[in-house]
């Protein structure tokens, strides 16, 4: 398991990224979106919700106020975590990861930029100051090749001092591979 983490999450993304190819193999059908555990101590959530525009649209928007400050990778992180529908529930797949949230706001990797195009959300992060992210929808083409088909679950889980999760957001989706033949 350990060498299969390494592979994908470190090895692929990087060989991936660094010669800037995108991917058409397989594309993303959404299916929902949820944002959850909000610890009301850490962030003052106004708007966290999740809405369909068609089949393959989906987005996401943020809007909250923290209640404390993330001025560096040490303060707030970013952990994610993929689980793949089998025998009929969730269970988590080779995907697991950790990321400093600075750093991640600024990563060109994963889609981030485009994912973050409408949004404010860069560090120092500060307390009682709006951030938001709006229509926020990863798109697959920008994203690693060779992830299992199925239907997966991703979980993000925003942590404050690598400890408390400030609130995660689970994002439902299939992943579904083009008949090359077809
Ligand atoms: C929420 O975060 C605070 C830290 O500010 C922590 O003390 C508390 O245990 C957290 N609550 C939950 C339910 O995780
Ligand atoms: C999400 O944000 C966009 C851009 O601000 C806005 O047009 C849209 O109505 C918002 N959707 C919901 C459900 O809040
Ligand atoms: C996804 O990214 C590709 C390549 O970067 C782009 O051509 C396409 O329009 C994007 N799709 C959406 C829905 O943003």
């Known amino acids: 398991m350990d060498f299969f983490n390494i592979k994908i999450l470190i090895f692929l993304p990087f060989l991936f990224f660094s010669i800037g190819c995108i991917q058409t193999l397989y594309k993303f059908v959404p299916e929902h979106c949820e ?6 101590s850490l962030v003052d959530m ?3 919700k999740c809405y369909k525009l ?3 649209e989906l987005y996401l928007n943020i809007s909250c106020y923290p209640l404390v400050d993330i001025l560096n990778d040490h303060m707030g ?3 994610i975590t993929g689980y793949q529908f089998r025998s009929n529930e ?6 697991e990861f950790m990321m400093g949230m600075c750093s991640a706001s600024l990563s060109k990797e ?3 930029p485009n994912m973050l195009s409408n949004s404010n959300a860069k560090c120092p992060i500060r307390k009682g100051v709006n951030y938001y992210i709006y ?3 990863p798109n697959a083409t920008n994203m690693p090749p060779l992830i299992p088909e199925g239907r997966w679950m991703l979980q993000l889980d925003f942590l404050y001092l690598n400890r408390y999760t400030g609130f995660s957001v689970q994002w439902y989706s299939g992943v579904e591979y083009t008949n090359i033949f077809g």
């Open 35 to 40: 944002v959850k555990n909000i610890n009301r």
């Open 46 to 48: 106004k708007i966290g």
């Open 54 to 56: 068609s089949r393959s």
């Open 77 to 79: 992180q970013v952990k």
């Open 90 to 95: 969730y269970r988590k797949g080779p995907i």
């Open 110 to 112: 994963f889609d981030i």
């Open 135 to 137: 229509k926020l929808s």
